[in-house]
């Protein structure tokens, strides 16, 4: 079974703080992505990436980075955290078949809280 | 830039109703379609899914859903659903321009 696992299930950060959230995954996929989960919205994406040292911006990239040092491992990176980060963080991964993404594995996520 | 629509946002039916919840993209070019479920509590985890081929695809849960490309709608059905349908769900679609786009979201819930 393809494992996404996430480092942290719940985080409480304080404002202005850096917050790092890391992923890894077991399947040895190309596609890495950070999503976030709010009520009403659905899932938006903030970035993906599609090998080790690339990166693209999502939907809602503004206040957020990301590395991909490694292949399994995709961290997300608020450089401030604010309150309007309070969310849930969802990592996902997929391989890419003829140019595009399959099916998408996703971790449990972690419910950020800043306050 | 393409999305996704769906049209319901909350679902209440009883046990044994029929289900379908609808999902409409936009994009001009060939995508792959998606529809995830969301059990309380867990992650989340694909229904069924379409790449090319036959329409009408099956899932898992006897789910099931048709591609209609002149509608650019992927709707996901159920003829009887069971309480343990209870969930979020979400239609999902990726292109060649290597993102991934989610619908908002419809809750389903199932009464007994």
């Known amino acids: 079974d393809v494992k996404v696992t996430q480092s942290s299930r719940y985080l409480v950060k304080r404002t202005g703080e850096k917050v790092f959230l890391e992923c890894v995954q077991d399947m040895d996929h190309e596609n890495m992505f950070w999503y976030r989960q709010d009520p009403g919205l659905g899932l938006r994406l903030i970035y993906f990436?599609?090998?080790?040292?690339?990166?693209e911006k999502g939907d809602i990239p503004e206040g957020y980075s990301v590395s991909r040092e490694k292949k399994e491992r995709f961290s997300l990176i608020l450089e401030s955290a604010s309150t309007n980060q309070t969310s849930m963080y969802l990592c996902?991964?997929?391989?890419?078949?003829?140019?595009?993404?399959?099916?998408?594995?996703f971790g449990q996520g972690t419910r950020l809280t800043v306050v | 830039a393409q999305s996704v629509s769906q049209h319901n946002h909350h679902v209440i039916l009883s046990e044994a109703a029929s289900l379908e919840l609808g999902c409409n993209y936009s994009?001009?070019?060939?995508?792959?379609l998606f529809w995830y479920v969301q059990y309380p509590g867990q992650h989340l985890q694909l229904l069924l899914k379409y790449f090319s081929g036959d329409p009408l695809v099956k899932g898992i849960k006897g789910f099931e859903a048709e591609f209609i490309k002149s509608k650019f709608s992927f709707n996901l059905r159920k003829p009887s659903v069971q309480w343990s349908d209870t969930a979020e769900y979400f239609c999902?679609?990726?292109?060649?321009?290597?993102?991934?786009?989610f619908g908002d979201g419809t809750t389903l819930t199932v009464k007994p």
């Open positions: 994009y001009g070019g060939t995508v792959n």
């Open positions: 990436s599609y090998d080790v040292k690339m990166k």
């Open positions: 999902a679609v990726t292109t060649n321009a290597g993102k991934s786009t």
């Open positions: 996902a991964s997929s391989w890419a078949y003829r140019g595009m993404n399959t099916e998408a594995f």
